[in-house]
């Protein structure tokens, strides 16, 4: 069975500082991971998708993440947070044999001016 | 593509009452996704359709949730007898079948379900 687990519920940055948010997963095959974003009464948004190509995932709007299968993890990285950053982030895993998506908990990000 | 469109936006019933949401998917996308989503927590998975077929149901879909893809283009959801831990956001993904990857999932704005 799959399962994702964020590692922290809320992250707060300052503006111009790096973001990371922690993801690690469980999946039995070979597994496809995204980083969703929602922001306050929106839909939730793709930033990014890892697929057995690239360990390095690059994203919209300067974010990336680094698919790591020794440490089970998805790391969400971005070296300069915006206001306009703040929002709930979801670490979400699939792969071919169980195309539903599961999603973690999510992280909130705040930034800070 | 117009995107994932569900209506309506919102809906406030009493407890017992049926309600139906629909679901319009991103034109030619094949499978269609529905999940809820509680306060604080990730989208959870209900069910899914591949064209007119419903492939896969979670056991979170109780006997009073049913849904339905008649043609294979739009979906909708209806839950009979609402209770009010049905309270909750509904929300609508479509995709195209990949080929080699998972395929990736656009979602539409949700529909937020109140019961009192």
């Known amino acids: 069975a799959q399962s994702v687990t964020q590692l922290d519920s809320h992250v707060s940055v300052s503006e111009g500082t790096p973001v990371l948010l922690r993801c690690n997963y469980s999946?039995?095959?070979?597994?496809?991971l995204f980083w969703y974003v929602q922001h306050p009464n929106k839909g939730l948004q793709l930033l990014l998708k890892y697929t057995s190509a690239a360990t390095l995932v690059k994203g919209i709007n300067g974010f990336e993440a680094e698919f790591k299968k020794s440490e089970t993890s998805f790391h969400l990285t971005k070296p300069s947070a915006h206001m306009s950053d703040a929002a709930e982030y979801f670490c979400v895993v699939s792969d071919l044999r169980y195309t539903p998506l599961v999603f973690g908990k999510g992280t909130r990000l705040s930034v800070i001016a | 593509d117009t995107g994932v469109s569900q209506d309506p936006r919102h809906k406030i019933t009493k407890r017992g009452q049926n309600v139906t949401f629909r679901c319009d998917p991103i034109?030619?996308?094949?499978?269609l996704y529905w999940y809820r989503q509680t306060l604080g927590q990730g989208p959870e998975f209900l069910t899914y359709?591949?064209?007119?077929?419903?492939?896969?149901k979670s056991r979170l879909l109780s006997d009073r949730f049913s849904a339905e893809r008649p043609k294979g283009s739009f979906s909708t959801l209806e839950i009979q007898r609402t209770e009010q831990g049905d309270s909750a956001m509904y929300l609508c993904?479509?995709?195209?079948?990949?080929?080699?990857?998972?395929?990736?999932?656009?979602f539409g704005p949700g529909t937020r379900l109140t019961v009192l």
């Open positions: 993904a479509s995709s195209a079948v990949g080929t080699g990857a998972a395929d990736t999932q656009y």
């Open positions: 034109s030619e996308h094949n499978r």
């Open positions: 999946s039995s095959y070979s597994p496809s």
């Open positions: 359709f591949q064209n007119e077929a419903q492939l896969e």
